[in-house]
């Protein structure tokens, strides 16, 4: 069976990276409320014409979730979640080719959200599709679930998990995203980190001002800075007290996953163009801080002046747009109010406080059965075997979808080690998407599988030598 | 004589305002390159047309200096220098008009460098125009020299000087600003700042980045924000070391000048919404602060991700555009050393320093005829007397033009106190325009008066009982 869908999959080759490229024309930026219904209705006329069925349109107080529930012979239910909203394309400039017009060079699609989320999306629309045309059927039910908002923050998604739960239930769900290591070896992520977004902003004077003025005249951007200094030291440390005190402690057998995580330091290093890592952390040390410590990153900051040449002005107003990334332990509620308190203790009562995403870290252990599926997945038809994370320093709406409702959770996907995600020239290998379509079938036979075993051997530990 | 002169002026104010309008639609930003050439040719034309002469167009490695030499029956020269250019129209969502389609309202007239210093400029060309139609001729000789690079730091007009010292040699120089109090008074300034205006810029990995990357990335826009904290602490005391260590102490003459100085607190506070001034200061140690002490002052700052809602991303690059306004005695080529030092000594060599402009600070004497005879005119022909201050809190290339060739420079013009130069809605009261027309015209007689008096008064102390 494998083999006639795999072989159906090479015979669809053309038609899926269609379905790709079609849907990455489609500039659905969520932040700018570009091309969101294009890409619902582009969504719409593909299960219609793949998966002969009419996905519902759920309504959140944002931008709906398409859903859709296929039935299948045995009692179980893998769902899919994805996202059909794309990051910013901007620094425009610096893109090789333009973001939404999919590009082919060397073997890969150029495009804004072809790594994250659309070629995840479409892989797994498309496994679905093989398995129905060569099958007749499918093996259990399976669920999609898309939103359109994962890159302003997943907003409204634990809303809509609350309010649906029954839609959203399922044995098992297959996270949005996933790469290649350096070693070419898929990346199996079982969690991921929390976040707090926020942007922190100021004014001052209600107009700009003759930079003569700055002698007299408070500076908003001064204080910006002066406030931000205090939220990071030049070490990495977050300066927020409390910052680090809830966080859950590592484990031996978390400590253990890391040492099988691959990080190829020579590579990135070489690949980014830089010297040296945060601190100059090597090895271990610099594995543990990329996976299990959390962050406070600056992701924009602008006040004033900032075309060419100079302009002598004392600007009004400034922002910085912070992003914080949790680890389990820390809850992005507290760590608000937290920043609040701190920044009002500091006489900071005058710079204001924006959110623009909250979400818990999340975390599946290997030893269940959705994991085990995907690791012996991998295992059976890739060359390499997987390298298994505990979870991406990335970040989603995992625990607002899965693990409160006790649905295991596992990402892996199109994507690899120099897809330029949120990036200029963000790209997938063409080989990759169409393996992974392969995969995303296998996995769906390989999951029946597992949950139809007899449950006994639940706790023992998961014997893929490579990974855990 | 005067009121046929000033009859005169009232006469043609249409065409004045006319010659205003129309160099106004011009958009000569020098820091973006635009409507330079059309600025100058419009200086031709005009100069034609008014003065029936032709000025030079002296080259500089930069935009060229426009220069004219009219010759008067006494061997006195009196010079005017102004500039052509004018400052970025940015950020243009918060102009009530088109910055460049001159607009009257409210018995203003708004525009893009109309303050500074189109208005300026064309009152003195209008000045020499109206005593050359009444008189037939000019009492003393009339020099104009009008830059095209004053708002990107006058970065080539320090070499002009050098190159041409006979050219700008005069007995005085009316420098190229000035602006009317809230209490209506003329504002005559004996002075200015000096300034280093540098951007401050860092890189970091080669491409943008997933902001998960921020747990091991070296963040480029934390490293300028560290440093930038270097530099100036909450109670805007600047850090560099011996930045204070050089200044010119202060005169018992220039605090007498500081006391009669008038700086509305209130309305100054209301007009710009505002609680308070830096550091709570008031009276006198505000004004002190206001015209005797340096700045460092942040004109703008960019990185990353800076438009609508939430974008996840580790910014690669960061800059900062500072401009120091210095104080006499202090050395900006100096500063600049000090600045990269200062920097390096804190491990941050991997930022790099740009330079936009660099200037020293300029003051001339009260007891210096130029000053007189614009005393004396604004005493004689206005209703108010003059508020007078031994320098703005603002720059320009007076030293490199006057005071180190031994030429004294006052300044006094067309703007009010809410001209708002350098910002959103720039305009000038099309009566205050006229009337400085006239005082332009006066004092071409004025100072031929006073350079023609017996000399032995030249230490007297300056008598105008409202100003020194």
């Not at 294009?38 to 759920?58: R, V, W």
């Not at 333009?98 to 959200?113: C, L, N, Q, S």
Request: with cysteine; proline share 6%; aromatic share 10%.
């Amino acid at each position: 069976m494998d083999k006639q869908i795999f072989a159906f999959i090479e015979e669809q080759r053309g038609e899926y990276i269609k379905w790709l490229t079609d849907f990455c024309r489609i500039p659905s930026v969520a932040a700018q409320n570009r091309g969101m219904k294009e890409s619902t209705d582009f969504i719409e006329d593909l299960f219609d014409k793949a998966l002969q069925t009419k996905p519902e349109l759920l309504p959140t107080r944002g931008y709906p979730v398409v859903y859709s529930h296929l039935k299948g012979t045995k009692p179980t239910t893998l769902s899919f979640y994805n996202h059909y909203d794309v990051q910013p394309e901007d620094p425009i400039e610096l893109w090789d080719t333009p973001p939404f017009e999919p590009t082919f060079k060397d073997g890969k699609i150029y495009a804004r959200g072809v790594a994250d989320n659309k070629g995840n999306l479409i892989a797994r629309v498309a496994a679905i599709h093989a398995i129905k045309q060569v099958t007749g059927g499918l093996p259990i039910d399976i669920k999609f679930i898309f939103e359109g908002e994962e890159e302003i923050g997943s907003i409204h998604l634990a809303d809509f998990a609350d309010k649906h739960q029954d839609k959203i239930q399922s044995d098992g769900c297959v996270w949005e995203f996933g790469y290649r290591d350096a070693d070419d070896r898929l990346q199996v992520s079982l969690g991921v980190k929390g976040m707090l977004y926020v942007e922190l902003f100021i004014k001052g004077a209600n107009t700009d001002l003759h930079s003569a003025q700055a002698s007299i005249i408070e500076s908003p951007i001064w204080r910006l800075i002066w406030a931000l200094n205090l939220l990071k030291d030049p070490n990495d440390r977050v300066l927020i007290p409390g910052f680090y005190d809830s966080i859950t402690p590592i484990t031996e057998e978390e400590q253990e996953l890391l040492s099988h995580y691959l990080l190829e330091e020579k590579s990135t290093l070489d690949h980014l163009g830089i010297e040296k890592f945060v601190n100059g952390l090597t090895g271990e040390e610099l594995k543990a801080k990329h996976i299990y410590e959390p962050t406070c990153n600056i992701c924009g900051i602008q006040s004033g002046y900032t075309g060419e040449g100079s302009k002598t002005v004392l600007p009004s107003e400034a922002f910085a747009k912070i992003d914080f990334r949790l680890v389990p332990g820390q809850n992005p509620h507290q760590l608000l109010e937290d920043l609040r308190t701190y920044l009002n203790t500091h006489g900071y009562d005058d710079i204001g406080i924006r959110v623009f995403g909250s979400e818990e870290a999340a975390r599946t252990h290997p030893s269940e059965k959705l994991a085990q599926a995907v690791i012996e997945t991998i295992g059976t038809y890739c060359d390499l075997p997987p390298n298994v994370i505990p979870n991406t320093p990335g970040t989603g709406p995992m625990f607002d979808l899965c693990q409160r409702f006790g649905i295991p959770s596992v990402s892996f996907g199109v994507g690899h080690f120099a897809s330029y995600t949120h990036a200029p020239n963000e790209n997938i290998r063409v080989d990759d998407f169409i393996e992974n379509i392969k995969l995303m079938a296998a996995l769906v036979f390989k999951f029946e599988e597992k949950m139809n075993e007899n449950g006994a051997d639940l706790s023992e530990p998961v014997t893929n030598a490579t990974t855990v």
